[in-house]
């Protein structure tokens, strides 16, 4: 059996609270916008291409969820080899993840919707396209911010440096 310190255990948690609720929150938006587009398709055909690019725009959530999950298990020594994280540095994992994990779940599905009505608000008048985007775009800073504050904690927690 493999021994892992405590603190790289629970980053290994982090990891996974990362991408798993950065994740869900993704898949969530890209539903509802994707099934936003599919009726605007059905209506109109054009709408295909502008449907795409509505249903791709949560999938930023997972990204940084993903990158995240990337960072702690490089940095716990789970995928570099190296020594493993004391328990403080565990724990403040455990927040990395859950930063950008709820952050990542609540702006995703908010994206979702937007980017859901905006479609269907641009099969009735095209020139809601890149007002459509803007608003899509919107919801996107809480993640910014779960992303920006999951970095910091894990400069000012030595889990980088």
């Known amino acids: 059996m493999v021994e892992i310190a405590l603190g790289t255990a ?3 948690i982090g990891a996974g609270v ?5 994740g869900l929150g993704s898949g969530l938006g890209q539903g509802m916008a994707a099934a936003g587009s599919v009726g605007a398709v ?8 502008r449907g795409i690019i509505f249903s ?4 930023t959530q997972a990204i940084y969820g993903f990158l995240v ?8 020594g789970l995928l570099g080899g190296g020594q493993g994280l004391p328990t403080e540095a565990g724990i403040v994992s455990i927040g990395v993840g859950a930063a950008i994990g709820f952050a990542g779940l609540g702006s995703g599905m908010g994206q979702g919707m937007a ?28 993640a910014i911010y779960g992303f ?9 927690g ?4």
């Open 158 to 161: 030595g889990i980088l440096g």
């Open 115 to 142: 980017a859901a009505s905006s479609v269907g608000a641009i099969v009735e008048d095209n020139d809601m396209f890149a007002r459509g985007i803007i608003f899509s775009a919107l919801p996107e800073t809480q």
């Open 56 to 59: 791709a725009l949560p999938e």
């Open 18 to 22: 990362a991408i798993g609720f950065a």
């Open 69 to 76: 999950a990337i960072l702690l298990l490089v940095f716990s």
């Open 42 to 49: 059905a209506e109109d055909n054009d709408m295909f291409a």
């Open 148 to 156: 920006l504050i999951a970095i910091l904690l894990m400069v000012f």
């Open 10 to 12: 629970l980053a290994a």
